[in-house]
C-alpha cells in the first residue's frame, strides 16, 4: 500500500512531526464478519483495502486521531463471492509540545500521512490475528510506503501569433 502526498503536504505536516509524540494506539471498534467458507470458493484469494481518517480537535496538548481501515478478500470466481469483510479504527492519541497549536494545514497533511502510517502495523497485526481465529488464509496485507506524489504536468497553452499582437480598441 502507498501513501502519496505532495511536497506541500509533507512541508505543512513537518512542524507536527516535530513537535508531537505518539502516546497511544487504542482500537476503537472492529466488524469482522466471515461471508464465506475457504473450502467451498475459489482460490486465489485477494485482498482490497480502503482507509480514511479524521482529526478530533485540539484538546490542551492532546491531538486525537481516528484512523479507519476496511479490509475485503474476494475470491477468484468471475462473481468473485467474498470471504470476509473487516472494518476497523483506531484513535491515535499525540501528545504535542507545550504552548504548540497546530494550524489546520498541518493536522490534515499530518492526519492523511503520518498517522495512517503510524496506524498500519496495528491494523496488519488486527486483521491477521482476526483472520487466523476465523480459519482463513488471505494474503497477507503489504507493508506501507510513504512516496511523494508526482508533480502534475503542467499544461501550457498554445498561443496563435495572432493572440500575441497588441488588441487595437477603437478610438471614440
Not at 487466523?132 to 504536468?153: F, Q, Y
Request: aromatic content about 6%.
Amino acid at each position: 500500500m502507498i501513501i502519496s502526498q505532495e511536497q506541500s503536504e509533507l512541508n505543512a505536516a513537518q512542524p507536527l512531526i516535530s513537535k508531537s509524540e505518539l502516546k497511544r494506539i487504542r482500537l476503537r471498534q472492529c466488524h469482522a464478519p466471515l461471508e464465506g467458507e475457504e473450502s467451498s470458493l475459489k482460490g486465489p484469494f485477494s485482498l482490497a483495502q480502503t482507509h480514511t481518517s479524521r482529526a478530533n480537535a485540539v484538546m490542551g496538548r492532546l491531538l486525537r486521531i481516528e484512523v479507519s481501515f476496511h479490509f475485503q478478500s474476494f475470491d477468484a470466481s468471475e462473481n468473485k463471492a467474498e470471504l470476509f469483510s473487516i472494518q476497523c479504527s483506531f484513535d491515535l492519541d499525540y501528545e504535542l509540545e507545550e504552548g504548540y497549536q497546530p494550524p489546520a494545514e498541518a493536522i490534515e497533511s499530518f492526519k492523511n500521512g503520518n498517522a495512517i502510517f503510524n496506524c498500519w502495523p496495528y491494523a496488519r497485526e488486527c486483521v491477521q490475528s482476526i483472520t487466523n481465529r476465523m480459519g482463513t488464509n488471505p494474503p497477507p496485507l503489504p507493508l506501507l510506503r510513504m512516496v511523494p506524489k508526482k508533480a502534475e504536468p503542467k499544461i501550457v497553452a498554445k498561443t496563435s501569433p495572432e493572440s500575441l499582437q497588441p488588441s487595437t480598441v477603437p478610438k471614440t
